[in-house]
């Protein structure tokens, strides 16, 4: 490991879990980071869930991960819409996310509001959903982005993430979404000022290409890119990026400092 590097940004799903399954020795790897001083913080794009259930649903997986260490985007847009004063929001996305905006006294609506706020929504991407969305966001709303990336991996395969959503909301309204998570700088220092620490003194390390690596690279962290989780050989070949490190998974990290 590269002297000086102080603490690591860890993604979640496709880093420490695939689909159902832990990663083996991800579990270990955290355990020595511990043991050896480096401060790490989790920055997931997962948008299904709210803080505390992403911290339960890893404590299913084995992991004891305080919800305090988990960085999701629903956060940063929050810190977002008090930065600009606003408190309404209509929220397309699934799960129980919807309970950290509420944890912030920020209304959930579907007239009269500031934001259209798209998540991951899966099977909730309904054409009433989006058209309710594009509506709004002509009638003066803009569009918080909650990420952006193009697919991920469940246990049966790849599925689309919100990436393409947010874009036909982009392109139907002409309107520009303003992305929360990765790669987005902010979003990184959300979890950076947690941790206490300078850009060049941290790693990222996930299974994209573009928004782990690329993303992290941009704001001068290291990006390290895991072998795990959505990574395909043929996309890192024609990015034109070159990560600061390739393993085979987080596992080997435990090797190397």
């Known amino acids: 490991m590269q002297s000086g590097m102080q603490a690591f940004l860890i993604d979640l799903d496709g880093v420490l879990y695939v689909g159902k399954s832990p990663v083996p020795g991800a579990r270990e790897c955290l355990k020595m980071l511990e043991d050896r001083g480096y401060g790490y913080r989790f920055v997931s794009n997962s948008t299904r869930r709210c803080r505390s259930s992403v911290a339960e649903r890893l404590k299913g997986l084995g ?9 999701t985007p629903p956060l940063a847009a929050i810190e977002r819409m008090k930065e600009l004063g606003k408190k309404r929001c209509y929220l397309l ?4 996310v919807q309970r950290d905006f509420e944890n912030a006294e920020i209304s959930i609506a579907e007239e009269d509001v500031d934001f259209v706020v798209v998540g991951d ?15 709004l966001i002509l009638d003066g709303a ?9 697919y991920w991996r469940e246990s049966e395969g790849l599925v689309l993430s919100t ?13 520009k979404a303003e992305v929360m998570g990765k790669p987005s700088r902010q979003f990184f220092e959300l979890a950076l000022k947690d941790l206490g620490k300078r850009p060049k003194d941290a790693a990222m390390i996930g299974d994209d290409i573009l928004t782990d690596v690329l993303g992290a690279q941009a704001m001068g962290m290291k990006g390290i ?10 996309l890192l ?17 435990a090797l190397l400092i």
């Open 237 to 253: 070949a024609g990015s034109g990026i070159t990560p600061d490190l390739v393993l085979e998974s987080l596992a080997e990290l």
């Open 93 to 96: 996305a699934t799960g129980d």
């Open 142 to 150: 803009e569009i918080l982005a909650l990420e952006m990336d193009r």
């Open 63 to 71: 992991y004891d991960v305080p919800a305090e260490y988990i960085f």
């Open 163 to 175: 990436g393409p959503f947010v874009a036909a909301l982009e392109y139907a309204t002409g309107k």
């Open 225 to 234: 890119l895991v072998k795990t989780g959505k990574y395909r050989a043929d």
């Open 121 to 135: 929504a899966g099977r909730d991407f309904t054409f009433e959903r989006l058209n309710k969305a594009l509506r």
